[in-house]
């Protein structure tokens, strides 16, 4: 058995997240997957506006803070100006599929040769809890103190079914990171993500279901059966595109 | 050429009205004058009425939209109407007859103005000429003007068929009927 | 040097591509189409060259933000409306300290206003570009020479100053062709050190970002980047001028044009007119003007806008001067007699 250590992508130093929170392990399995690939002096990574603002504070590789939802177009300019490097978003559901669902859809509509992580945690953690795009219907939130009411707030939006349907999309899955199993299936969809990329085949995207335990207002445990019982009908997981063949 | 040249062009989008406008700006370049060309743009180019102002002068040329021309080129009824009573007097008007009715207009020129009537459209079309009854009516105006010398005018018709070599000729053919009618 | 006749936002194209910017990024606006198809069919050709058309105008700021970021010379386009929807990322720009050249081919607003040619975005060029403590310089062309030189200055300072820099035209530049020469216009582009382009291994990470939450470091940040600001307004400064003239009459891009021709009528008649035209908008030729100004009775602002940079000239004079106006909008240009006339009754009245 391997030793546990740090991944070289990641600094050694405290993050800003709170207890229980996905994001740490989420950047651990991208940061493994940078150094197994052995590209960090090669990748760029964009940081959204959320929770993950402060990103450019935990990798080692060159970074980028983009505004609110326009992330894919930052890394559009990067890509596009260095074509040989990797670049990759790393954003959550208010920064990618609200304000950003423009520079997203568009992005993969152009097959852009970035990967895209998206962080899907139902609700808007940075800012307070408030609804998001992907809150679901009757979900309780700082602008929902009712409960997400469909026929005044609408529906969610299920972004890995959305942009399948686009033929630049070539790499599209779900996964969560609840156990050690769903930890594993999730890296090695990023790892997928990270290859397309490598072959030059189009735009990649990971959707990792997330929880907030913070603003859902549970502990970390019930905050992943909160995600298992709830987010999962709604958003099932598994590859919604798979364009690339064996990369 | 000598004097300032203010010169309107104008007609149905499609007739070429910018095209002829631009070839004589190139004129006035090869003569080493001054030039401004400045379009009407944006729906004007889409089927309706468009034109085109070109400034030619010995000195640096201020505003490049045309008021007050002292040279037009009125290739439809509708331009016409619009454009004739601006011709500043002493000035010259070259009309295509074929689509425009200098008599039936209500639109008058200024004392002053000489007005061309020239069947551009019919003598395009009675010569295998579709599309180049603005280059007719250049022919016309550089005849009546002194505008260029024939081997300016030439070198003029090289540059802006560039590329499309096989319109030289043409162009050239309608030059020369323009002039002679 | 052999001299070509184009349109002003052609030459624009042509000229930020011999300085060596290989990567746009547009969208479609008019009067400013031309730019975006210019650099469509040149830069594929290019080695390295990037053309994107964007799904926005945000798209496409951020793009420039993305590859500005990464170190790479690029540029963007638009008119009035677009502009506007470019202000977010501008200000990102300029928080990240990042070169960029943005050009705006003026038309007229509000709203969608006009696709005629207007003057009417100086305020926010020069005042609110963006959000934040921020200023870009921004020039004024006069002629599709200068769509040309000024391109390339653009390019100069922004990299020198690590600013955004805009090229403030209108629909008049862009849309007119006049004769322009090239010159030897040097392709000196180069990667910016600071570029987050993959460290290679070979140095510390390069971090592209405008977030400072802890308060002594953004107020140090924004004070450096004032300091800077200030060497801009001591070395880039620009205007030119008639000297000892009783009626200065101050005006830029197209508009200075229609003046010149109104000056030269106003002195055939006996009027001791002159044409102050400042070349850059921001910083403001305060200093120029005063010289300008030195024996004049009264100054004319000419504006296609309701009147903008006519606040700049009162304050550069300190209010000691009267100052009257004569604008035109909604897409009109004015004529040199219009403005001759208003020069003639401020020669009567001062």
Known sequence: MPDFKRPNALIDTPTHYCPGCTHGIIHRLVAEVIDEMGIEGDTVGICPVGCSVLEYNY???????????????????????????????????????????????????????ITVIFVN???????????????????????????????????????????????????????????????????????????????????????????????????PLKALDWLKENMLPYYPLGVYADKGGNV | MSKAYEILTAGFGGQGVLFGAKMLAEIGLLDGKEVTWFPAYGPAMRGGTCNCSVVISDTPIGSPVVASPNLLIAMNGPS??????????????FVDSTLANSDASASKPVDGVEVFNLPATQLALDNNLVGMANIIMLGKLIKETGFASAETVEKAMKLVTEGKEHLFDLNMKALKIGAEY | MNKVLMKGNEACAEAAIRSGCKSYFGYPITPQNEITAYMSKALPKID??????????????????????????????????????????????????????????????????????????????????????????????????????????????????????????????GQMMEPVSFGNIKNNAEVYPYGANGHGGKRKKNITNSLYLDALVLEKCVNERFERYTKIVEAETDAEFDKDADIVVAAYGSTSRVVKSAVEMARAEGINAGVFRPKTLWPFPEKQLKEATKNAKAVLVSEMSMGQMIDDVKMALEFKLPVEFYGRQGGFVPNPVEIFKKIKELGGKY
Not at chain 1, 90 to 112: C, F, K, M, N, S
Not at chain 1, 151 to 163: A, C, D, I, N, T
Not at chain 3, 93 to 107: E, F, S, T, Y
Not at chain 3, 137 to 166: C, G, H, W
């Open chain 1, 59 to 113: 990798f080692n590789c060159d970074m980028m803070q983009a505004s609110h939802g326009r992330a894919p177009a930052v890394a559009t300019g990067v890509k596009r100006a260095n074509p040989d490097k990797f670049v990759f978003t790393y954003q959550g559901d208010g920064d990618l599929a609200a304000i950003g669902t423009a520079e997203t859809v568009h992005a993969a509509a152009r097959g852009e040769n």
């Open chain 1, 121 to 219: 945690n139902a609700i808007y953690g940075m800012t307070g809890g408030q609804m998001a795009p992907t809150t679901l219907p009757g979900q309780f939130t700082q602008t929902t103190p009712y409960g997400r009411e469909t026929s005044r707030e609408g529906f969610p939006v299920r972004v890995s079914e959305m942009l399948a349907t686009l033929d630049g999309a070539t790499y599209i899955e779900r996964t969560m990171t609840v156990d050690p199993k769903s930890i594993a299936t999730t890296k090695k969809a990023i790892r997928k993500a990270f290859e397309v990329q490598k072959a030059k085949k189009g735009f990649s995207m990971v959707e990792v279901l997330s929880t907030c335990p913070t603003n859902w207002g549970l502990t």
């Open chain 2, 80 to 93: 016409y109407d619009k454009f004739i009573g601006t011709v500043a007097s002493g000035g010259k008007a």
């Open chain 3, 48 to 173: 390295g060259g990037v053309f994107v058309q964007a799904e926005s105008e945000i798209g496409a700021i951020h793009m420039v933000y993305g590859c500005a970021g990464s170190g790479v010379r690029c540029m963007t386009s638009s008119s009035s409306p677009g502009i506007s929807l470019k202000a977010e990322g501008i200000s990102y720009l300029a928080g990240a300290d990042l070169p960029c050249v943005i050009v705006n081919i003026q038309r007229g607003g509000p709203g969608l206003g006009t696709i005629q040619p207007s003057q009417a975005d100086y305020f926010q060029a020069t005042k609110a570009i963006g959000h934040g403590d921020l200023k870009i310089p921004t020039l004024a062309p006069n002629s599709v020479q200068e769509m040309v030189d000024m391109t390339v200055k653009a390019f100069e300072i922004a990299e020198k100053y690590r600013t955004p820099v805009m090229i403030l035209a209108d629909g008049l530049l």
